[in-house]
């Protein structure tokens, strides 16, 4: 019940100080908040179907919420990212299809450049337990906090197009595990780690495009390597494109490519097309 309950304060922290904060989108300076959430569908249902197949629903539930603020010298900007989503295949089990917080924070500074100095920190985790389905019977791998991964970083941010931020520099970034050890572990050591420290390079690219009227574009790249073996890199590259049928619906196509060496040593994927009930919160 604890992650829960940790869990419930950081939406509800989160929702309240937006909920609170001003909305005035004509203003140049302040707070600026976003809140969307929606639920994405997918359902076949057959009856005295002779062809082969078997009933399925799949959906996920995903909020977006950001928190902006800005004066003449300070931009503090705020995002959290919250997916979770479920499968049922005939009379299987119900499934975990998506499970994933991303909470980040950053603040930088204008120093009268092309590029300003900031600060940042970002959370990853997922929301719940993660199982491995290709094992029999299923094996947890993952849990909330179990692995968690919190990175700080120090260097200059490109900022000045409405469209398109990017930022370098110096980070540190925190493991933590519980019972998941092996994304702690050092192995070259008899006592079993559960916190792992790591230094290193973070790079952050974001992106986002109108390319019709009902057709946006959004791209999220972040790289991260340690000082250790500059040769290896986290890549976690996130793409959305989302065209709006109506203020309520969208038809959603996401791709996420990440590979995380110790994780697996191979590149992960996953791939959707969804249709999706939204509602701008705020």
Do not use: H
């Not at 900022?159 to 092996?182: D, H, M, S, Y």
């Not at 974001?206 to 073996?229: G, H, V, W």
């Not at 969804?274 to 705020?282: A, D, E, H, K, N």
Request: overall charge neutral; charged content about 20%; aromatic content about 14%.
């Amino acid at each position: 019940m604890k992650k829960y309950t940790i869990l419930c304060f950081l939406i509800l922290f989160f929702a309240t100080n937006q909920l609170f904060s001003q909305q005035d989108t004509t203003k140049k300076y302040g707070w600026f908040p976003k809140g969307v959430a929606g639920l994405n569908l997918s359902q076949i249902s057959l009856s005295n179907w002779t062809q082969g197949g078997d009933n399925a629903l799949s959906w996920v539930l995903t909020g977006d919420f950001s928190a902006k603020y800005v004066n003449e010298e300070i931009t503090f900007d705020n995002s959290l990212k919250i997916a979770y989503g479920r499968t049922k295949l005939g009379s299987g089990d119900v499934r975990t299809n998506d499970n994933d917080i991303y909470l980040v924070n950053l603040i930088s500074k204008n120093v009268g450049w092309d590029v300003s100095p900031f600060f940042s920190n970002s959370v990853r985790t997922t929301i719940t337990t993660g199982y491995d389905y290709s094992l029999a019977p299923p094996q947890e791998i993952a849990d909330f906090f179990d692995p968690g991964y919190v990175t700080q970083s120090l260097g200059f941010t490109y900022n000045k197009e409405k469209q398109f931020n990017t930022r370098l520099g110096i980070a540190v970034q925190e493991t933590f595990t519980k019972k998941n050890t092996k994304y702690s572990d050092d192995p070259t050591t008899t006592k079993v780690e559960t916190f792992k420290i790591e230094t290193g390079l973070e790079s952050v690219t974001n992106a986002e495009y109108t390319i019709a009227e009902n057709l946006l574009f959004k791209s999220s790249l972040r790289l991260f390597t340690r000082f250790k073996d500059l040769s290896v890199w986290d890549v976690r590259w996130d793409n959305a494109i989302v065209a709006k049928v109506n203020n309520f619906i969208n038809v959603n196509f996401a791709f996420l490519a990440i590979y995380q060496k110790d994780q697996i040593d191979r590149l992960q994927i996953k791939e959707a097309l969804q249709l999706g009930i939204v509602y701008t919160i705020f």
